[in-house]
Nanobody, 125 residues
Framework: QLQLVESGGGLVQAGGSLGLSCAAS????????MGWFRQAPGKEREFVAA????????DYADSAKGRFTISRDNAKNILYLELTSLNAADTAIYSC??????????????????WGQGPQVTVSS
């Protein structure tokens, strides 16, 4: 059973930057599509970004394009999300997810089998 553990997150001022990491428990994740989702209070979980197994392809939600960067290091079994130009609307719990077959439905959380618990990101204005 693949396990995902995020780190990073915290409180940041508007306009600031933050980095999130997601460590996988074993190297099988190198074959998986991995993604980041977020959920704000009272809202549905929403797609943020996804990356293909060998990093050939990435995809971003419109709200993340130009501000967030997803990357992965398969040698270390770690997924990253770099967040810049943060604003209050980015306040949410951010979770990483993984699945071997999710690329064609990468923006839909129901297609990911493995999930981390998610750190809180709070942006103060």
């Amino acid at each position: 059973q693949l396990q995902l553990v995020e780190s990073g997150g915290g409180l940041v001022q508007a306009g600031g930057s933050l980095g999130l990491s997601c460590a996988a428990s074993d190297g099988t994740c190198s074959w998986y599509v991995m993604g980041w989702f977020r959920q704000a209070p009272g809202k549905e979980r929403e797609f943020v970004a996804a990356i293909s197994p060998a990093s050939q392809k990435t995809d971003y939600a419109d709200s993340a394009k130009g501000r967030f960067t997803i990357s992965r290091d398969n040698a270390k079994n770690i997924l990253y999300l770099e967040l810049t130009s943060l604003n209050a609307a980015d306040t949410a719990i951010y979770s990483c997810a993984a699945d071997p077959d999710a690329w064609n439905n990468r923006a839909l959380p129901g297609y990911y089998h493995y999930w981390g618990q998610g750190p809180q990101v709070t942006v103060s204005s």
